[in-house]
T-cell receptor, first 119, second 115 residues
Framework: GAVVSQHPSRVICKSGTSVKIECRSLDFQATTMFWYRQFPKKSLMLMAT?????????EQGVEKDKFLINHASLTLSTLTVTSAQPEDSSFYIC???????????????FGEGSRLTVL | DAKTTQPPSMDCAEGRAANLPCNHS???????VYWYRQIHSQGPQYIIH???NNETNEMASLIITEDRKSSTLILPHATLRDTAVYYC????????????????FGQGTILTVHP
């Protein structure tokens, strides 16, 4: 079964609203989570690396004020798309890395993805 | 992480073996070869990984050349549900099984399994 869960799987919102996507590791503690976005027929593009208890590290070209990432616990990271615009419509995917020495050490598991549509 | 090169698309008949190649000529000695696949509108799914020896699990086999500059993922009996984008990625794994950093995805190979 799934070991990383994302919620919601689909969301439609109006321009200007903020949308929060959750990523949870279900049976292990994840010190690091990664957020990707994917456009239709394109590959996954890494947006940011989220470490529990510290600020996220964003990839070049990703606006940190637009895509707020919080990793407050070892099982939950959230991505908030602020003041969403139609060009933010995309498929957002998280992955979680197991804590060293713990259950599922080191391996990366992916969530099911969240499809955001901004009208 | 080393760059990989994969053919953009491949076809395979249902029930036959699907052999997906990957070139990673700049791979370093401490980099593993990973394969993931992504079925439409889902998150990537781990398939298999290896360092230099051939590997097999319930999903697939991984054949790595002796010089480690290329590898082949083999789905022994492809089904329609194996239609997906297959990504070959090389990455470092640290001591104790911990892995370093992010996975960088290339364009992958679109495998289409037809009846």
């Amino acid at each position: 079964g799934a070991v990383v869960s994302q919620h919601p799987s689909r969301v439609i919102c109006k321009s200007g609203t903020s949308v929060k996507i959750e990523c949870r590791s279900l049976d292990f503690q994840a010190t690091t989570m990664f957020w990707y976005r994917q456009f239709p027929k394109k590959s996954l593009m890494l947006m940011a690396t989220s470490n529990e208890g510290s600020k996220a590290t964003y990839e070049q070209g990703v606006e940190k004020d637009k895509f707020l990432i919080n990793h407050a616990s070892l099982t939950l990271s959230t991505l908030t798309v602020t003041s969403a615009q139609p060009e933010d419509s995309s498929f957002y995917i998280c992955s979680a890395r197991g804590q060293a020495g713990g259950r599922r050490t080191g391996e990366l598991f992916f969530g099911e993805g969240s499809r955001l549509t901004v009208l | 992480d080393a760059k990989t090169t994969q053919p953009p698309s491949m076809d395979c008949a249902e029930g036959r073996a699907a052999n997906l190649p990957c070139n990673h000529s700049t791979i370093s000695g401490n980099e593993y070869v990973y394969w993931y696949r992504q079925i439409h509108s889902q998150g990537p799914q781990y398939i298999i990984h290896g360092l230099k020896n051939n590997e097999t699990n319930e999903m697939a086999s991984l054949i790595i050349t002796e010089d480690r500059k290329s590898s082949t993922l083999i789905l022994p009996h492809a089904t329609l549900r194996d239609t997906a984008v297959y990504y070959c990625i090389v990455r470092v794994i640290g001591a104790g099984g911990t892995s370093y950093g992010k996975l960088t995805f290339g364009q992958g190979t679109i495998l289409t399994v037809h009846p």
